[in-house]
Nanobody
Framework: QVQLLESGGGLVQAGGSLRLSCAAS????????MGWFRQAPGREREFVGT????????YYGDSVKGRCTISRAYAKNTVYLQMYSLKPEDTAVYYC???????????????WGQGTQVTVSS
């Protein structure tokens, strides 16, 4: 009932910025909290950030805190992840997810996008 499509990934130099988008569709998509996760080869899936259904609550992972901002554009049914001061260790596939609340655990989310690759060069 909820479909998610990430976009905006690509190659960026260390210290640069990038904005990822997640377009949500479905009859009740605006009622869901949204999360961002990332996974690099050989590493576990890592929490990046989350935002609740009306944007009033946000949480961020320790590794990105202070370097990213999550926002929602309800008229466009879209969630954004704006990243700053990117580091090579930020290189990963980034996934957006939808769930019932702004949780830090991947298992709390019900729907997932296909992911978008972010590569940060040194």
């Amino acid at each position: 009932q909820v479909q998610l499509l990430e976009s905006g990934g690509g190659l960026v130099q260390a210290g640069g910025s990038l904005r990822l988008s997640c377009a949500a569709s479905g009859r009740t998509s605006s009622d869901y909290a949204m999360g961002w996760f990332r996974q690099a080869p050989g590493r576990e899936r890592e929490f990046v950030g989350t935002i609740n259904w009306n944007g009033g609550i946000t949480y961020y992972g320790d590794s990105v805190k202070g370097r990213c901002t999550i926002s929602r554009a309800y008229a466009k049914n879209t969630v954004y992840l704006q990243m700053y001061s990117l580091k090579p260790e930020d290189t990963a596939v980034y996934y957006c997810a939808a769930g019932g609340g702004p949780q830090r655990l991947a298992t709390e989310y019900d729907y997932w996008g296909q992911g978008t690759q972010v590569t940060v060069s040194s």
